[in-house]
């Protein structure tokens, strides 16, 4: 005799606090209930056949936070820095473009963008610890005026949702590109200049809508639709950048 079989996905939801997490529940021959958060920040529930939807619900509303946790980690993602030595020749991004690495001697440190090259200059060439702290600095030098710009652009995208003009602040982050503060404070991280333009305004303009929606509610990603409707684009673009 053949089981029944597996049922298609159906459209489910459930509340926690501001939020909802919408999912696509689906029911197989099993004997435990699933839930997965994908990168795409799709949420997926496999339920046995038999469990009652009152109950699948209570799950996922019991594991909401942990949910919203996971998604909030996909849309913050950044890759691992490669273990680089600082050496002529090594590949380093700006702005979503690949140079290679040239080093000079020179009496004072400095970099500079020349073709495919960048370019340092500093007394002491084969020295990687200094190759990297000149190169530091100029990423940071840049990424000052680079998302100072783009941020006052963004900002006015924006200027019809009334969201007040934000400070900005550099900080390294180990896994995150962009945060913001509830004073008001948008935290981008230096390394994110090597990321292509579009990109950097991906961050900036979810950093701006959370301004306005703290949260992952539908709200916000409404709010993020309508600015960016591409964001999901550039979201997958950004995951694949090299720093």
């Known amino acids: 005799m053949k089981s029944a079989p597996d049922e298609r996905p159906v459209r489910r939801s459930v509340t926690y606090g501001d939020e909802r997490i919408e999912f696509a529940l689906s029911r197989r021959h099993r004997k435990t209930l699933a839930i997965t958060v994908h990168p795409d920040l799709r949420v997926e529930v496999v339920a046995p056949m038999n ?64 073709g495919g090259f960048l370019e340092v200059g500093l007394p002491d060439p084969a020295d990687p610890k200094a190759v990297r702290r000149v190169l530091d600095r100029w990423y940071r030098d840049q990424s000052k005026v680079r998302f100072a710009k783009q941020l006052r652009e963004a900002h006015a995208r924006m200027k019809a949702h009334e969201i007040p003009e934000p400070r900005l602040r550099l900080l390294r982050m180990a896994k995150r590109w962009g945060s913001c503060t509830p004073a008001g404070e948008i935290l981008l991280n230096p390394d994110l200049v090597k990321a292509p333009a579009p990109c950097i305004d991906y961050v900036i303009l979810h950093e701006l809508c959370h301004l306005k929606h703290p949260n992952h509610s539908r709200a916000f990603f409404e709010l993020l639709d309508a600015i960016l409707p591409e964001w999901r684009k550039q979201k997958d673009r950004l995951e694949r950048v090299e720093i």
Do not use: C, N
């Open 51 to 114: 469990a009652a939807e009152t109950a699948i619900l209570e799950r996922v509303r019991h594991r909401a936070r942990w949910i919203l946790r996971q998604q909030r980690q996909f849309l913050s993602w950044m890759p691992k820095p490669r273990d680089r030595q600082y050496r002529g020749g090594e590949t380093h991004r700006y702005l979503g473009r690949q140079y290679r690495l040239k080093l000079v001697r020179a009496k004072a440190s400095s970099v500079k963008l020349r």
